[in-house]
């Protein structure tokens, strides 16, 4: 029952579809014109579309290949960076170095500019100035000259040759400087230094004149130191009267006779009797002691030891007065001499030209 009504209403789909095919040779000519033409547009179209494709393709390409070439250009240009950044920083080192080198020269420039200038003002200065300098150098090596020797001397020839110059220039602006050199000079020249030298030569002559000297146990010695301060004997008072009657032979005889009868007794007095116990043998070593008190004597004063020299004098002289004889010439003169060093060894300070420098410091710093 199905089935049948399919089937008539099959056949007129059929026919309905075989109709319009069988009737479309049949349609207008201007339709088919129309679709003609809309082929060709499409076809026309399709063409520009094809040919827009290409065009556009063909510029994605050259597009590409203008990124490549700018990005090859780019790279190369980073490289070219790279390697003139590193030139840069040796060029920058290098410029470093030169600076620092140009500015030690400069340095070094403006160091002896410095020193050319004040050569310049040194050699510039006026003739008083140099004097002044001159006079304040000369005094300070007298100064240690002094020190040194324990003698006022070069002191006081500095001075004397500072006032001589400084009167030959006769300048107002010196003579403040002449009147402090005078009053230096005068209290230099009125110190009264000790003279070493001097001393020392008296001391070598004291030490000459020991083993010469008569000890108070010698008395042949003493005797021998005696005789020529001597007077020539007179003839005896006793028996004048018959010995004018003799012949003058005898009458010498007579009186050398006396004169040695005479000198079997002798009466001396002695403050120190043990001065006359002294052996021969002990003798040499006396000598010795007084040659060593007076050598010590001598290395304390070029020394400046001043109280060690006095203490080594005293010694010296109280070996004389006790052990060697008084009255004799040599020993009176060895006596007297080291008196003479012992009063003048002292100590005396040399007066410092303080005037003098204070007065060349003054006028120097109202140049």
């Known amino acids: 029952m199905s089935d049948s009504p399919a089937t008539p209403s099959a056949e007129p789909a059929v026919a309905a579809v075989a109709v319009p095919v069988a009737a479309a040779p049949m349609a207008a000519p201007g339709q088919g014109r129309w679709i003609a033409a809309g082929a060709a547009l499409l076809a026309a179209l399709a063409a520009a579309a094809l040919v827009l494709a290409w065009n556009t393709q063909q510029r994605v390409k050259s597009l590409e290949a203008e990124l490549v070439r700018r990005q090859q250009d780019s790279g190369n240009q980073a490289a070219e960076a790279r390697v003139l950044a590193k030139q840069a920083e040796g060029t920058s080192r290098e410029i470093a170095a030169k600076q620092a080198l140009l500015e030690a020269r400069v340095a070094e420039t403006s160091l002896q500019r410095t020193q050319i200038e004040e050569l310049i003002q040194s050699l510039a200065r006026s003739r008083d100035e140099n004097v002044l300098a001159d006079i304040d150098a000369a005094l300070r090596v007298a100064l240690q000259q002094t020190a040194i020797t324990g003698s006022a001397e070069p002191l006081v020839l500095t001075l004397k040759q500072a006032d001589e110059r400084l009167a030959r220039f006769n300048q107002p602006r010196l ?108 003798a040499w070593f006396l000598r010795e002691n007084l040659k060593l008190r007076l050598l010590n004597a001598r290395l304390a004063l070029l020394s400046r030891q001043f109280d060690t020299a006095q203490s080594d004098l005293r010694d010296a002289q109280a070996a004389l007065d006790r052990y060697f004889e008084r009255g004799a010439r040599r020993v009176v003169l060895a006596s007297e001499t080291v008196r003479q060093v012992a009063a003048q060894a002292r100590l005396v300070a040399v007066p410092r030209p303080d005037a003098t420098l204070a007065a060349i410091a003054t006028v120097a710093a109202g140049r």
């Open 175 to 282: 003579e403040r400087v002449r009147r402090a050199v005078a009053q230096d000079l005068d209290r230099a020249r009125t110190a009264g230094v000790t003279d070493i030298t001097v001393l020392t030569i008296r001391l070598d002559e004291a030490i000459r004149l020991v083993d010469d000297l008569p000890l108070q146990s010698s008395p042949e010695r003493r005797a021998a130191a005696e005789a020529p301060a001597a007077t020539p004997p007179a003839a005896p008072a006793s028996g004048a009267s018959w010995s004018l009657a003799l012949p003058a032979q005898w009458r010498d005889f007579g009186a050398v006779l006396w004169r040695e009868v005479k000198g079997l007794v002798r009466v001396t007095r002695i403050e120190h009797p043990e001065a006359m116990l002294v052996a021969p043998e002990q």
